[in-house]
């Protein structure tokens, strides 16, 4: 499955989905450099026993941000995202078929992350827009331009596991609460080997995307969250190709 869905998304760029689907997609992102992704890369400091998440683009990252629509139906989801080849159960869901990305995510409709106050002004439901962090398991899916989504689940089912820090949907989706940095044209965000089952030697890519949310995903058949864009890819297919590389 993983093969196909790698396939998929490396003609992403070149093939739209044929179905029409409305989107609240920003037109300027198509063409912004702050969206091309120049270099991926995960440096695990066996010191501090850290993995740093690094994306850097041809302009300035993070300087585009989705405009709020008002509402969290079909609200905008933009983000930088690292495919890898870690299993779910590397990083707190049950074990499912999938790929499990890190996600660097902005969205301003809504905040996804309860435990944590990103701008610490004691509110902790109105962050949404701050860069933050998503662990989540892609699947292939035709309903949307992008060819995949976040996986979900039934709510009913007591078997899923998720993490303690989960955002509270049907989703695999975590909010684990690491700190992004962004300075000039580098993304960042510092992962706790521990956080990802002291795992310190996988596989990875670099994405910048367009996601939405659809909160009546059950009853027009979409996604709940899906890939509506993708504005490029560090390899170029999406074949994996970088490895973790050590300091210290």
């Not at 870690?86 to 074990?95: C, N, R």
């Not at 909160?215 to 899906?226: I, N, Q």
Request: glycine share 6%.
């Amino acid at each position: 499955m993983k093969k196909k869905l790698l396939l998929l998304f490396s003609i992403l760029m070149f093939v739209s989905c044929k179905a029409q689907v409305k989107t609240n997609e920003d037109p300027s992102f198509k063409s912004s450099d702050d969206l091309k992704i120049t270099t991926a890369t995960v440096t695990y400091d066996k010191d501090l026993e850290h993995h740093i998440f690094e994306i850097k683009v041809k302009g300035k990252a993070g300087e585009n941000k989705p405009v709020a629509i008002g509402n969290v139906n079909g609200a905008p989801v933009l983000g930088y995202v690292f495919p890898t080849n870690l299993k779910s159960t590397d990083v707190g869901f049950s074990k499912t078929e999938g790929i499990v990305a890190l996600a660097l995510t902005s969205h301003p409709d809504f905040d996804d992350t309860p435990l944590w106050d990103e701008d610490f002004d004691f509110n902790y439901a109105n962050d949404g827009v701050i860069w933050h962090p998503h662990w989540v398991v892609l699947i292939k899916d035709k309903r949307v331009p992008g060819g995949l989504s976040v996986k979900t689940f039934d709510a009913k089912d007591k078997s899923i596991k998720l993490p303690a820090t989960n955002p509270g949907m049907p989703m695999y989706m975590d909010s684990p609460g690491y700190n992004v940095i962004i300075r000039g044209n580098s993304i960042k965000t510092v992962v706790p080997k521990f956080r990802i089952n002291n795992v310190t030697d996988f596989s990875f890519d670099g994405v910048a995307a367009y996601m939405q949310v659809n909160t009546e995903w059950k009853e027009k058949d979409m996604p709940m969250l899906g890939v509506y864009a993708v504005y490029s890819i560090a390899s170029g297919d999406l074949s994996l190709p970088y490895k973790v590389k050590n300091i210290n």
